[in-house]
């Protein structure tokens, strides 16, 4: 029922071309797991050109977790709990979010756009900290663009099977989420470390 409703919204996006994909995805509520593949299947058939698709909802991509942004920003963590699920958004989520957040620092910004749970979840304690308005947004785009081009790619090579494209991209990311994990683990080490060899340097 919300599938076909999500769906029913898309195609009406859809006539306003590139601007309409992009736009469909500045709404968190939007899944990015539908959108996209759509979009390359209209490319496989001729509609839209795959560069074109893919800046936009590179673009689209960046835009919508804005919105979470500027509620943790501006609103900070009960505004969040009240109206996140609106967004789709749990405490579950936002707990995550932060745990990951206050470990790893700003850099989070861009890698847990490749983890399930906090991936949503993670604009939240970037607004909260008040983050960088534009690093936050620049982390986001490097983090959206392969993203969008892999579920564009995958939806314009299954044509009018893109709704297997989410299974496929589970596959594709697996390796991709492992050597981020390994990147996460290595620069947590060496802040780790760097961390105390600066309070043995203040002894």
């Known amino acids: 029922m919300i599938e076909n409703l999500i769906l029913s919204m898309i195609e009406l996006f859809k006539g306003m071309g590139y601007f309409g994909v992009l736009l469909a995805l500045c709404f968190e509520f939007v899944p990015a797991e539908i959108v996209l593949p759509l979009a390359g299947f209209w490319v496989s058939n001729g509609e839209f050109n795959y560069i074109g698709m893919v800046l936009a909802g590179t673009i689209g ?14 609103g900070g963590r009960p505004l969040v709990l009240k109206y996140g699920k609106y967004f789709l958004i749990n405490e579950k989520q936002v707990n995550a979010a932060d745990a990951f957040f206050d470990k790893y620092g700003a850099g989070v910004a861009f890698f847990a756009r490749f983890l399930p749970i906090v991936r949503t979840a993670i604009s939240v304690p970037c607004g909260m900290t008040k983050m960088n308005v ?28 893109w709704e297997e494209a989410s299974a496929l991209f589970s596959q594709y990311m697996t390796p991709i989420i492992v050597v981020i994990l390994i990147g996460i683990a290595a620069y947590a080490g060496v802040k780790l470390y760097n961390k105390k060899r600066a309070s043995a340097v203040d002894k």
Do not use: D, Q
């Open 61 to 74: 991509g960046t835009l919508g977790p804005l919105t979470l942004y500027a509620l943790g920003r501006y």
């Open 134 to 161: 534009w690093k936050f947004s620049i982390y986001t785009f490097c983090a959206m663009l392969p993203i969008t081009a892999l579920y564009v790619y995958l939806g314009m090579k299954l044509g009018e099977n």
